[in-house]
């Protein structure tokens, strides 16, 4: 089932159920108002004929108080203590008969139903000394009748008026507040169903282009916007939104499978190229077969840190998270600092301050940060240049300094130096065998830590690489 036959099919019940409801309660308080007001107009017609019948000295003047039209359509009849009828109004003939002790002893119910009965009381009906009673006539039609017991004489004074009248008009009022619900449901139903068709369409809009790209690939398509600031117009803007994301990660991801194809491809080619001249060459010269094996061996340890550089990032992608225990800083600083000394060529290595800090983090993953940052200066630093690193902790985090004398980077490459495999002209000339993965891998490092890694540079300048990281509280 669509949403859209869905959310019509809802508004339609809904619709119907709020009317049906709203037709039963006023059902309910139209017919408990129509009983209550005959109610209560019997009982001050019996006890106005009551005072009448005491102060009455003629038959005449008997008649006159039964005739007297208080109420369309009320009989009036007064009982003897044997149950005859001693006096009744001229309408009486219709009206059934009626037995005033049993009614005395055994009155009736209300006249109203019991859907009638939940709404509350519009007129104060009390019987007092009387009594309230419902009658079947001789068609079949209710009346409603009243007794009163007169003192002292043993008679009764009787009103009763029929019921037809009110039975019939509340019988169609029942019947037309369903046909009224269903109605209503009806036309809520098809006018919801085209209201949401024409909320839903930026929906449909947005589920074709969904379905073209995935048939496409071409992430470069977007969803039409127009004016609509609503919830869909916020949705098909978020849309584009993740498409353009979607976009840039569909060719990253391509610029970096092409890359890691072309880095893998070079040791590669160079140990296979190797091993083949060795196996058909089996009598080469020692010299030669030591080159052989020694320049296979460096390209098997560069795809070697290829692949594990790579592992890294398919860890970062993946949300790896890193372990997290307490780490003093400025001991990893001096192991990685003592492992890149192995790697100068003719640099001076040097200090320029170190303060006991403390963090939270993995301390290998931070030594490798620092061994990528003091790696890279000290290979575009030429001989007689000078690497210094530093740590420093203020109120608010720790300082990592990492500032080298080499040639520096220009501000065209600066903003790419984090990019995978991006290796700006100088680093390719100075270091050919490099992949340009260090930097990405040295700022996951960094972000996983709660951290941040920036770099300032000029051509023929230096350096400097600043890792600010969070300190433990």
């Known amino acids: 089932m669509s949403l859209r036959l869905r959310l019509a099919l809802w508004y339609g019940g809904l619709t119907g159920l709020i009317v049906l409801l709203a037709g039963l309660l006023a059902y309910a308080i139209f017919s408990r108002i129509q009983y209550d007001d005959l109610d209560q107009a019997l009982e001050g017609a019996v006890e106005h004929a009551a005072g009448t019948y005491v102060a009455a000295r003629t038959s005449d003047e008997l008649a006159t108080m039964l005739e007297t039209p208080i109420l369309p359509g009320l009989v009036m009849r007064i009982y003897g203590p044997g149950g005859q009828v001693l006096a009744a109004s001229s309408n009486d003939a219709p009206a059934p008969s009626v037995d005033p002790d049993t009614a005395l002893t055994r009155p009736s119910g209300p006249a109203y139903d019991a859907l009638a009965g939940l709404a509350p009381p519009f007129a104060t009906v009390r019987a007092g000394p009387g009594a309230f009673g419902l009658l079947a006539g001789s068609e079949g039609s209710r009346w409603r009748l009243y007794v009163l017991p007169l003192d002292g004489a043993g008679q009764y004074l009787v009103?009763?008026?029929?019921?037809?009248?009110?039975?019939?008009?509340?019988?169609?009022?029942?019947?037309?507040?369903?046909?009224?619900?269903?109605?209503?449901?009806?036309?809520t139903l098809g006018a919801g169903r085209l209201l949401a068709g024409r909320a839903l369409r930026p929906v449909a809009t947005l589920t074709e282009a969904a379905a073209a790209i995935e048939r496409s690939r071409e992430f470069g398509r977007r969803v039409p916007v127009g004016a609509r600031r609503d919830e869909l117009g916020q949705l098909a803007a978020t849309f584009n939104e993740m498409l353009a994301s979607l976009e840039g990660a569909y060719r990253a991801q391509q610029r970096f499978v092409a890359d890691a194809s072309h880095e893998l491809r070079a040791p590669l080619t160079a140990i296979q190229a190797n091993l083949e001249l060795l196996e058909r060459q089996p009598d080469m010269a020692p010299a030669e077969r030591q080159e052989a094996v020694h320049e296979a061996s460096h390209e098997a340890h560069r795809l070697a840190r290829l692949v594990a550089d790579l592992l890294a990032l398919a860890r970062a992608d993946a949300g790896q998270p890193l372990r997290h225990q307490r780490v003093e800083l400025d001991r990893v600083l001096l192991d990685a600092l003592g492992e890149a000394r192995h790697l100068a060529q003719g640099q001076r290595l040097e200090v320029a301050r170190l303060e006991p800090a403390l963090a939270r983090g993995d301390p290998d993953r931070l030594k490798q940060l620092l061994l990528i940052l003091m790696d890279n200066a000290l290979k575009y630093t030429p001989d007689g240049g000078r690497v210094t690193v530093g740590l420093e902790r203020n109120s608010a985090a720790t300082e990592i300094v990492v500032c080298d004398t080499g040639v520096g980077i220009s501000s065209q490459d600066l903003p790419h130096v984090f990019e995978r495999f991006y290796r700006?002209?100088?680093?390719?000339?100075?270091?050919?065998?490099?992949?340009?993965?260090?930097?990405?891998?040295?700022?996951?490092?960094?972000e996983q830590h709660g951290g941040k890694i920036t770099l300032t540079s000029a051509p023929n300048q230096g350096t400097t690489a600043t890792v600010r990281l969070p300190l433990e509280s």
Do not use: C, E, F, K
Request: net charge positive; hydrophobic share 60%; charged share 15%.
């Open 159 to 187: 009103a009763m008026a029929p019921l037809g009248g009110i039975d019939a008009s509340l019988a169609r009022l029942r019947q037309l507040v369903p046909l009224l619900a269903v109605v209503a449901a009806a036309v």
């Open 424 to 446: 700006a002209d100088p680093a390719r000339a100075r270091d050919p065998g490099g992949t340009g993965l260090g930097l990405s891998i040295a700022r996951w490092i960094a």
